[in-house]
């Protein structure tokens, strides 16, 4: 992996995409930085990070025959790199929300945002941003996030863990050689938050209802299946979990 380390920018997904545009970079180029002042989250959402303490950071890395409508494998299989990860630092309670958070118990721990650029039917690149609370420990009215030095009452350096980070990255994309898409759908829903679990949801702004989510579709969409044994498909920002 070629790394390139910045003090302060906007976001590290926005500047490895335009640095892709100007420049012909190596597969698996990788950005990090200190203080991202402006980082997005899915669907515009932004992900808050105080300076020095955490991990942001981009990843590149290109494609020859991804077809497009694999496209969730590359989500599953980054979600599942950083749960390794995690799972190798004991933190408590390690589970995937769908789509792409990871959690420690009902908190959230990272947050992850791949942006594809398509090229017909296939993805020619993705820009993979993870955005991972480490030593932080005090986030305001964020009441759902946490850190790895509130979940384990530990300081990390930071160097280190992006090291075993990047290795696990490169690990499981590597996979996408070997495994088929329902191998990777499979160890995704076997680590999913609230797999095969009665729990309460909302759609819009209807009423809550109770339901056990059953995993996932080959397009991500999750399945959940209402009491009333109605199996129910939702794309992302559909449905709401509720705590």
């Not at 989250?41 to 694999?70: I, P, Y």
């Not at 690149?125 to 759902?144: D, H, K, P, R, Y």
């Not at 076997?190 to 056990?212: C, D, I, N, S, W």
Request: net charge positive; with cysteine.
């Amino acid at each position: 992996m070629h790394l390139i380390k910045l003090n302060a920018i906007a976001s590290t997904n926005d500047y490895l995409k335009q640095l892709a545009q100007q420049k012909d970079l190596r597969d698996l180029t990788v950005v990090v930085c200190d203080h991202q002042t402006s980082g997005r989250g899915q669907k515009g959402n932004s992900w808050v990070s105080e300076e020095g303490k955490n991990l942001t950071l981009s990843v590149l890395k290109r494609f020859s025959n991804l077809g497009a409508r694999q496209g969730f494998s590359l989500n599953c299989l980054v979600s599942l790199a950083i749960f390794d990860v995690l799972q190798e630092l004991s933190v408590p309670e390690v589970r995937v929300k769908w789509p792409n958070d990871i959690m420690s118990g009902n908190k959230k721990i990272c947050g992850i945002l791949i942006e594809n650029t398509l090229q017909g039917t296939t993805v020619q690149q993705s820009i993979i941003g993870v955005g991972l609370n480490v030593n932080q420990a005090n986030f305001g009215e964020l009441t759902n996030a946490s850190s790895l030095k509130l979940a384990t009452g530990k300081d990390y350096n930071l160097d280190e863990l992006l090291n075993k980070l990047l290795r696990h990255i490169e690990f499981r994309l590597k996979s996408l050689e070997v495994l088929n898409f329902q191998e990777i759908i499979q160890q995704y829903e076997a680590v999913l938050f609230r797999m095969e679990t009665k729990a309460p949801f909302r759609v819009g702004k209807e009423q809550p209802f109770k339901g056990t989510i059953k995993g996932v579709t080959e397009s991500g969409q999750l399945k959940i299946e209402r009491e009333n044994g109605r199996m129910e498909h939702f794309n992302f920002k559909e449905v709401t979990f509720i705590y």
